[in-house]
């Protein structure tokens, strides 16, 4: 059971370059989230998705789009990439909303130069 | 105002102590409570969720939750080299549908 898979693991982007971090869940959850993790800073949320067909923001949205393409995938793009986003993502998933267990993949650790 | 707040330490303890760590929210609405432990490296990790009022044990760790105070705390017994990591308090809000952190406290335990 592969739980939550994201990609990539790592990435180097240069400033203004665009890219798509991918998530996919195999435990049938509704419930998607995209955070941030920065030094002393937590985990920070970006967006999520309630259930399929639903995107919210979160605290830090700016500079990022989301898309639930369906009820196991949720993408993280970032159209114009800037030094401020480097930063390691983490993808989660819970059964539905925040009443279970979040589950989370292995992180994307991202470098914008 | 944060949502979420925690000490971000880091908290240093000795072995067999108890080790203490504390959060507090501020949507008064939250209904759902977690404790996170984050090894330097990895991913986030459940080690207990509470939702109500009063106290939860398992094995060496208790969650104490306190919604008129809007507080949640974790206890963890006995601590071991084993237990040095951040661990992060969560709340799930009732009104938005999200899961929200705070910024983690680090813990070391010294042998």
């Known amino acids: 059971n592969a739980g939550v898979t994201q990609t990539p693991k790592f990435q180097v982007l240069k400033t203004g370059q665009s890219m798509t971090l991918q998530c996919a869940q195999d435990m049938n959850h509704n419930s998607m989230y995209w955070y941030r993790q920065d030094p002393g800073m937590g985990l920070r949320l970006i967006y999520y998705?309630?259930?399929?067909?639903?995107?919210d923001k979160g605290e830090v949205p700016n500079g990022y789009n989301v898309s639930r393409l369906n009820k196991r995938e949720f993408s993280l793009r970032l159209e114009s990439a800037a030094p401020s986003q480097t930063s390691v993502y983490f993808c989660?998933?819970?059964?539905?909303?925040?009443?279970?267990?979040?589950?989370f993949g292995q992180g994307t650790r991202l470098t914008v130069v | 105002q944060k949502e979420v707040e925690q000490n971000s330490g880091p908290l240093s303890v000795p072995e067999g102590a108890i080790a203490s760590l504390n959060c507090t929210y501020s949507?008064?609405?939250?209904?759902?409570f977690f404790w996170y432990r984050q090894y330097s490296g990895k991913s986030p990790e459940l080690i207990m969720s509470?939702?109500?009022?009063g106290d939860k044990e398992d094995g060496r760790f208790t969650a104490q939750l306190n919604k008129a105070s809007q507080y949640v705390s974790l206890l963890i017994r006995d601590s071991q080299p084993s237990d040095s990591a951040t661990y992060l308090c969560a709340v799930y809000g009732q009104g938005a549908q999200k899961l929200v952190f705070g910024q983690g406290t680090r813990l070391t335990i010294n042998p």
């Open positions: 509470i939702y109500s009022n």
């Open positions: 998705s309630a259930s399929e067909g639903t995107t």
């Open positions: 949507d008064r609405g939250s209904q759902s």
């Open positions: 989660a998933s819970s059964e539905y909303g925040g009443h279970t267990e979040a589950f």
